[in-house]
């Protein structure tokens, strides 16, 4: 017996242990002070939730009060054996400086699981034990030791209140590293005693390591790191734990592990709150001490052992979820197979570079996936060879593509759209889209869009046979899927009218649908994968719905409506998925978010837009709804070689897909989820293929047009290739279906051939006559009218385009005929009434002041129409010779139309060189060019004084406008729309935009100065921020890491409860 020690023994919530260990220290020690936290029974009750260590710190205090010298601390639960105390207190006789002990932490079985702790790099605190650990008496001359668990400490009180007590901020594992840090420093021994041993239930281990509970762990050790860091260090660690806690935290979510991400964060944030607190607790630390800090060195490990050390903690001697390994698919989770052992042999064996599409492994050059790719890709030259010269694509629905990589980025994060004369609208999410698509071809957009035309069937086809390998094992299957969706009319049709949104919502559709499908772990699993692969037999997939969502981001971009018929997908997902799968859901809309919130917020306001897609406006004819179940979006669709022929003809082409479908829903043994997605994607599919034709969308002087049905019926077709899938399920010669399945599904396979045969050939041949889509050299903008602009005076070009008989006129910048000039928001701000009313709206003001230009420059009679072109900024005057849809086939029977078209070009041209102020430069491949010789040097800046003078004011390269000093109250005028996003600053005044007409202008001082105009920078840099940022964390969330495995500690599990006697 060791009459001067006083035992504590502490209860956290359940005290069932405290019985067990008070009646084993009966007898040895010379009191007994217990305590509990949330416990009744006991003589010191603390509330629930204190730390373990405050509630040692409870009892010490009693038993000083009380007299003791020497304090026992022991968890509720914990066993010591026999001689423990004795041991203990002998070895405190051996030396006055020893004055803090430890004893041998086991398990009761054997298990070790602590012998002294040790600090690394970044006091991380090691134990330097291996997993299952196993107690053969190597540790018994083991002494002197950095720091001893809490758990078991024999010591002084005296050395106790020299070392300043336990700092409770630091829970259990880190503040006994702490304490016993400090108290070498204040001169007193840390010793283990590997005689004295503390036996543990085996549920104790479950928290015994620091890093079982990792959240609260980190914060304890960054804050270790503080205080126990050199002097002048503290403030530059504590901002290196901010950043290092921002790259952790994205590591955390490239390996897809949110949760510890979020700790990571937390962790280095927490640091914030207690940094007072710790400089505090440094200076006190700072008194007390007698040695220097170098006394502990030889007892802490470098960053070589601190490796070393982390390795052997992290990798068990023996597989240690054997629950797990013997558990079936419906019971075992994701949990279970981290900790199940990794057949790497196995694996490595079985390898086969072809295995990544999903298939049974086949040569090559024969594979179901190489065939279908070539053959596409065969289709793809073949019909579109002639795309393939120098030049840009332009035609149809696509604007020019000559436009370079910063314009195409500066016009995707901007909110004022150089349009005409300039708009305050959000940009169409598919600029943004193309910006990232030109990357990997160093910034050339033309390039870039030029490759996806003739990449956009094989990749169609690859995404297609990617997606169905969710729901069949069978390659061929998945080639014929392929096949059918690269053959859909609504890609051939959208590459040849020049549907860009409409061609990568195709391509991408499958892809997007194949994320949200493994995010909740639907998907089915393949021959040779091993069971519980996220995406399939129930375990969800974070890398799948961040990828999934991303595609879907692009998808929305090209084809708006898709979000609609997105939101109800992703809530059957949810209500499908089962408790625990529905937690990857929540980063699928993050893709969307990345590439069209501002957008989104404006169609909140303007929902027309939902139905709209990037580029020209093109007219739309109604389609019948048999023709839209057949998948045909436009009834003017059709081969020149069928059409004399009866528009029947595409029941013998796409009518098997329909029989298919209906087959696969009526088929037994069919997955419930395959009939939910079937069903529900034809249904949404149809509501939006036929939703956008009764919307008006956008309207230019001569077209209101309604939206198109295309991506809609990707949709619609996505949910028959579903079904289909499964129907082509062979069940055996004896299954009437099965081979009423494969005589459908040949029929479909050839007619899909046929399909993109006669497409190909018509390409071939230059016979197709919906082909609108060429390849121009010509720019969108003469070099001449580009140097006026980039003039001192910015002038811009009045481009005079004849359309149906009409002269039409546009302002046009460096942007404009390019895709930059093309905007949803801005067309569909030209139409009143919403949803089945489509009327277009009259003129504004600054488009009256073009018409009026555009009136006057061919009224024919020598008009002076100088005055109107200056007042809109326009140095040169453009009349275009050639038809706007570049690349599209002349109808047969057009030479009268041509010629009637080239009369009316000449008299406009007689009437422009008839005009005062007008003087004709020439004819180039843009046009022929009249300059503008007014009075008044056509400006984009023009100073006014009050006296009515109007003096041209020269614009720098940045856009900021020299005003001269002056007299009395003057007003600059610039040729745009006035906005009141817009302010101005001059010798670092701010001033704010004045009344007047449609015009900008601001009131400037007679000092005159440097103005400077700016279009809310500083929501558009937000903007940007925030959407690089949402797009930084789906690209960390989809790269395919590993998630990590997870360390299993004797009688771990992962409940999260905590045990008497655990770490905290």
Same mark, same amino acid.
């Given at each position: 017996?060791?009459?001067?020690?006083?035992?504590?023994?502490?209860?956290?919530?359940?005290?069932?242990?405290?019985?067990?260990?008070?009646?084993?220290?009966?007898?040895?020690?010379?009191?007994?002070?217990?305590?509990?936290?949330?416990?009744?029974?006991?003589?010191?009750?603390?509330?629930?939730?204190?730390?373990?260590?405050?509630?040692?710190?409870?009892?010490?205090?009693?038993?000083?009060?009380?007299?003791?010298?020497?304090?026992?601390?022991?968890?509720?639960?914990?066993?010591?054996?026999?001689?423990?105390?004795?041991?203990?207190?002998?070895?405190?006789?051996?030396?006055?400086?020893?004055?803090?002990?430890?004893?041998?932490?086991?398990?009761?079985?054997?298990?070790?699981?602590?012998?002294?702790?040790?600090?690394?790099?970044?006091?991380?605190?090691?134990?330097?034990?291996?997993?299952?650990?196993?107690?053969?008496?190597?540790?018994?001359?083991?002494?002197?030791?950095?720091?001893?668990?809490?758990?078991?400490?024999?010591?002084?009180?005296?050395?106790?209140?020299?070392?300043?007590?336990?700092?409770?901020?630091?829970?259990?594992?880190?503040? *006994?590293?702490?304490?016993?840090?400090?108290?070498?420093?204040?001169?007193?021994?840390?010793?283990?005693?590997?005689?004295?041993?503390?036996?543990?239930?085996?549920?104790?281990?479950?928290?015994?390591?620091?890093?079982?509970?990792?959240?609260?762990?980190?914060?304890?050790?960054?804050?270790?790191?503080?205080?126990?860091?050199?002097?002048?260090?503290?403030? %530059?660690?504590?901002?290196?734990?901010?950043?290092?806690?921002?790259?952790?935290?994205?590591?955390?979510?490239?390996?897809?592990? #949110?949760?510890?991400?979020?700790?990571?964060?937390?962790?280095?944030?927490?640091?914030?709150?207690?940094?007072?607190?710790?400089?505090?607790?440094?200076?006190?630390?700072?008194?007390?001490?007698?040695?220097?800090?170098?006394?502990?060195?030889?007892?802490?490990?470098?960053?070589?052992?601190?490796?070393?050390?982390?390795?052997?903690?992290?990798?068990?001697?023996?597989?240690?979820?054997?629950?797990?390994?013997?558990?079936?698919?419906?019971?075992?989770?994701?949990?279970?197979?981290?900790?199940?052992?990794?057949?790497?042999?196995?694996?490595?064996?079985?390898?086969?570079?072809?295995?990544?599409?999903? *298939?049974?492994?086949?040569?090559?050059?024969?594979?179901?996936?190489?065939?279908?790719?070539?053959?596409?890709?065969?289709?793809?030259?073949?019909?579109?060879?002639?795309? *393939?010269? #120098?030049?840009?694509?332009?035609?149809?629905?696509?604007?020019?593509?000559?436009?370079?990589?910063?314009?195409?980025?500066?016009?995707?994060?901007?909110?004022?759209?150089?349009?005409?004369?300039?708009?305050?609208?959000?940009?169409?999410?598919?600029?943004?889209?193309?910006?990232?698509?030109?990357?990997?071809?160093?910034?050339?957009?033309?390039?870039?869009?030029?490759?996806?035309?003739?990449?956009?069937?094989?990749?169609?086809?690859?995404?297609?046979?990617?997606?169905?390998?969710?729901?069949?094992?069978?390659?061929?299957?998945?080639?014929?899927?392929?096949?059918?969706?690269?053959?859909?009319?609504?890609?051939?049709?959208?590459?040849?009218?020049?549907?860009?949104?409409?061609?990568?919502?195709?391509?991408?559709?499958?892809?997007?649908?194949?994320?949200?499908?493994?995010?909740?772990?639907?998907?089915?699993?393949?021959?040779?994968?091993?069971?519980?692969?996220?995406?399939?037999?129930?375990?969800?997939?974070?890398?799948?719905?961040?990828?999934?969502?991303?595609? %879907?981001?692009?998808?929305?971009?090209?084809? #708006?409506?898709?979000?609609?018929?997105?939101?109800?997908?992703?809530?059957?997902?949810?209500?499908?998925?089962?408790?625990?799968?529905?937690?990857?859901?929540?980063? %699928?809309?993050?893709?969307?978010?990345?590439?069209?919130?501002?957008?989104?917020?404006?169609?909140?306001?303007?929902?027309?837009?939902?139905?709209?897609?990037?580029?020209?406006?093109?007219?739309?004819?109604?389609?019948?709804?048999?023709?839209?179940?057949?998948?045909?979006?436009?009834?003017?669709?059709?081969?020149?070689?069928?059409?004399?022929?009866?528009?029947?003809?595409?029941?013998?082409?796409?009518?098997?897909?329909?029989?298919?479908?209906?087959?696969?829903?009526?088929?037994?043994?069919?997955?419930?989820?395959?009939?939910?997605?079937?069903?529900?994607?034809?249904?949404?599919?149809?509501?939006?293929?036929?939703?956008?034709?009764?919307?008006?969308?956008?309207?230019?002087?001569?077209?209101?047009?309604?939206?198109?049905?295309?991506?809609?019926?990707?949709?619609?077709?996505?949910?028959?290739?579903?079904?289909?899938?499964?129907?082509?399920?062979?069940?055996?010669?004896?299954?009437?279906?099965?081979?009423?399945?494969?005589?459908?599904?040949?029929?479909?396979?050839?007619?899909?051939?046929?399909?993109?045969?006669?497409?190909?050939?018509?390409?071939?041949?230059?016979?197709?006559?919906?082909?609108?889509?060429?390849?121009?050299?010509?720019?969108?903008?003469?070099?001449?009218?580009?140097?006026?602009?980039?003039?001192?005076?910015?002038?811009?070009?009045?481009?005079?385009?004849?359309?149906?008989?009409?002269?039409?006129?546009?302002?046009?910048?460096?942007?404009?005929?390019?895709?930059?000039?093309?905007?949803?928001?801005?067309?569909?701000?030209?139409?009143?009434?919403?949803?089945?009313?489509?009327?277009?709206?009259?003129?504004?003001?600054?488009?009256?002041?073009?018409?009026?230009?555009?009136?006057?420059?061919?009224?024919?009679?020598?008009?002076?129409?100088?005055?109107?072109?200056?007042?809109?900024?326009?140095?040169?005057?453009?009349?275009?010779?050639?038809?706007?849809?570049?690349?599209?086939?002349?109808?047969?029977?057009?030479?009268?139309?041509?010629?009637?078209?080239?009369?009316?070009?000449?008299?406009?041209?007689?009437?422009?060189?008839?005009?005062?102020?007008?003087?004709?430069?020439?004819?180039?491949?843009?046009?022929?060019?009249?300059?503008?010789?007014?009075?008044?040097?056509?400006?984009?800046?023009?100073?006014?004084?009050?006296?009515?003078?109007?003096?041209?004011?020269?614009?720098?390269?940045?856009?900021?406008?020299?005003?001269?000093?002056?007299?009395?109250?003057?007003?600059?005028?610039?040729?745009?729309?006035?906005?009141?996003?817009?302010?101005?600053?001059?010798?670092?005044?701010?001033?704010?935009?004045?009344?007047?007409?449609?015009?900008?202008?601001?009131?400037?001082?007679?000092?005159?100065?440097?103005?400077?105009?700016?279009?809310?920078?500083?929501?558009?840099?937000?903007?940007?921020?925030?959407?690089?940022?949402?797009? &930084?964390?789906?690209?960390?969330?989809?790269?395919?890491?590993?998630?990590?495995?997870?360390? &299993?500690?004797?009688?771990?599990?992962?409940?999260?409860?905590?045990?008497?006697?655990?770490?905290?």
């Amino acid at each position: 017996m060791s009459p001067a020690v006083t035992a504590v023994v502490v209860a956290a919530e359940n005290p069932a242990g405290l019985s067990r260990t008070v009646q084993a220290v009966q007898g040895r020690a010379q009191r007994i002070i217990t305590v509990g936290i949330g416990a009744d029974a006991c003589r010191i009750t603390l509330p629930s939730g204190t730390p373990f260590s405050r509630g040692y710190t409870a009892g010490i205090e009693a038993a000083e009060a009380e007299g003791a010298e020497w304090v026992w601390l022991l968890p509720a639960g914990a066993v010591p054996e026999d001689e423990a105390l004795d041991a203990l207190w002998e070895t405190a006789q051996q030396s006055a400086t020893i004055e803090v002990l430890g004893p041998l932490h086991l398990t009761e079985n054997g298990r070790i699981l602590e012998a002294g702790m040790t600090a690394g790099s970044g006091w991380r605190l090691t134990t330097g034990l291996a997993p299952e650990e196993i107690d053969q008496g190597q540790y018994a001359d083991r002494s002197d030791v950095l720091a001893t668990s809490m758990h078991g400490m024999l010591v002084s009180i005296a050395a106790y209140r020299r070392a300043g007590g336990f700092h409770h901020l630091l829970g259990t594992a880190y503040g *006994a590293l702490d304490f016993c840090r400090r108290a070498r420093l204040a001169g007193s021994r840390v010793c283990l005693v590997p005689g004295a041993r503390l036996r543990h239930r085996a549920e104790a281990a479950r928290t015994w390591h620091p890093d079982a509970q990792p959240a609260r762990a980190l914060e304890a050790r960054w804050s270790t790191w503080l205080l126990a860091c050199r002097p002048g260090v503290p403030f %530059f660690l504590l901002l290196w734990l901010q950043l290092l806690g921002v790259l952790r935290a994205l590591y955390r979510l490239a390996a897809k592990q #949110p949760r510890h991400a979020l700790a990571e964060l937390r962790a280095s944030v927490a640091q914030l709150g207690r940094f007072g607190a710790i400089l505090g607790l440094r200076r006190r630390t700072a008194k007390a001490a007698r040695l220097p800090r170098s006394a502990l060195d030889s007892l802490r490990l470098d960053w070589r052992s601190t490796r070393a050390a982390a390795r052997i903690e992290t990798s068990p001697d023996e597989p240690a979820a054997s629950a797990a390994a013997g558990a079936s698919a419906g019971e075992a989770g994701p949990e279970d197979l981290r900790t199940a052992p990794i057949n790497t042999e196995n694996v490595v064996a079985g390898f086969s570079p072809i295995d990544a599409l999903g *298939a049974p492994r086949m040569r090559i050059a024969t594979h179901p996936a190489v065939l279908l790719t070539a053959l596409a890709l065969a289709c793809a030259v073949a019909g579109q060879f002639r795309l *393939a010269a #120098p030049g840009h694509l332009t035609g149809g629905a696509l604007a020019a593509t000559d436009v370079s990589w910063p314009e195409l980025f500066a016009a995707a994060t901007g909110t004022w759209q150089q349009t005409g004369l300039g708009h305050t609208a959000p940009p169409d999410p598919m600029l943004g889209v193309l910006a990232l698509w030109s990357l990997p071809f160093l910034g050339q957009v033309a390039l870039s869009v030029t490759v996806l035309w003739f990449l956009a069937l094989p990749l169609a086809a690859l995404s297609a046979y990617t997606a169905a390998g969710a729901l069949t094992r069978s390659a061929w299957a998945r080639a014929g899927a392929g096949l059918v969706w690269a053959a859909m009319p609504t890609l051939l049709l959208a590459l040849d009218e020049g549907r860009i949104g409409t061609v990568v919502a195709h391509v991408l559709l499958p892809l997007a649908a194949l994320g949200l499908i493994r995010a909740t772990g639907a998907a089915r699993p393949g021959r040779r994968v091993h069971w519980g692969r996220p995406g399939s037999a129930g375990v969800p997939s974070w890398t799948a719905a961040a990828a999934g969502g991303l595609a %879907f981001g692009a998808v929305a971009a090209g084809a #708006p409506v898709l979000m609609l018929a997105a939101v109800p997908a992703v809530l059957i997902a949810a209500l499908a998925a089962g408790r625990g799968r529905r937690a990857p859901l929540l980063v %699928f809309p993050l893709g969307t978010a990345a590439l069209c919130l501002p957008w989104l917020i404006r169609a909140v306001r303007q929902p027309e837009l939902l139905f709209s897609q990037h580029g020209r406006l093109l007219s739309e004819d109604p389609v019948p709804v048999w023709q839209l179940l057949l998948l045909q979006p436009s009834a003017a669709a059709g081969h020149d070689w069928l059409s004399g022929l009866d528009p029947h003809y595409l029941l013998l082409l796409l009518s098997p897909l329909l029989a298919l479908y209906v087959l696969g829903m009526l088929r037994p043994h069919v997955p419930t989820g395959v009939l939910a997605w079937s069903a529900g994607l034809v249904l949404l599919g149809l509501a939006a293929a036929v939703a956008p034709l009764t919307v008006a969308v956008g309207a230019d002087p001569l077209v209101v047009a309604a939206g198109s049905p295309g991506p809609g019926l990707s949709l619609l077709g996505l949910g028959f290739l579903a079904a289909a899938v499964h129907a082509v399920r062979w069940q055996g010669r004896r299954s009437p279906m099965s081979w009423t399945a494969a005589v459908l599904a040949a029929l479909l396979a050839a007619g899909s051939l046929g399909q993109l045969g006669v497409w190909s050939a018509e390409g071939a041949l230059q016979q197709r006559a919906t082909s609108a889509v060429g390849v121009s050299e010509t720019p969108s903008l003469s070099a001449l009218a580009r140097d006026r602009y980039a003039g001192p005076h910015r002038q811009r070009a009045l481009v005079l385009r004849q359309v149906d008989g009409q002269i039409l006129g546009e302002i046009r910048g460096p942007e404009g005929g390019t895709i930059l000039a093309v905007n949803q928001a801005v067309s569909g701000s030209r139409v009143n009434g919403s949803f089945g009313w489509r009327q277009a709206r009259g003129l504004d003001e600054a488009e009256h002041a073009i018409g009026s230009a555009v009136a006057a420059l061919t009224a024919g009679a020598g008009t002076d129409a100088t005055p109107l072109l200056s007042q809109i900024g326009v140095g040169t005057v453009i009349l275009e010779l050639d038809p706007p849809a570049a690349g599209a086939m002349a109808p047969a029977g057009s030479v009268l139309a041509e010629e009637e078209d080239s009369a009316r070009l000449d008299a406009v041209s007689s009437a422009l060189d008839n005009s005062q102020g007008l003087s004709r430069l020439g004819e180039s491949a843009a046009g022929r060019m009249w300059s503008v010789d007014a009075a008044e040097e056509p400006s984009w800046a023009v100073l006014e004084g009050e006296d009515g003078t109007r003096q041209p004011l020269e614009v720098s390269a940045d856009g900021s406008i020299a005003v001269p000093e002056g007299s009395g109250s003057r007003r600059v005028i610039l040729a745009q729309r006035a906005d009141e996003g817009f302010t101005a600053t001059i010798a670092e005044t701010r001033i704010e935009p004045a009344a007047g007409d449609w015009r900008l202008a601001f009131d400037v001082p007679p000092s005159g100065g440097t103005l400077e105009v700016q279009h809310r920078e500083t929501a558009d840099a937000a903007w940007t921020v925030v959407r690089g940022a949402l797009l &930084v964390l789906v690209l960390l969330l989809s790269v395919p890491l590993p998630g990590g495995r997870t360390v &299993v500690r004797p009688g771990a599990t992962r409940d999260g409860a905590q045990p008497e006697g655990g770490r905290e």
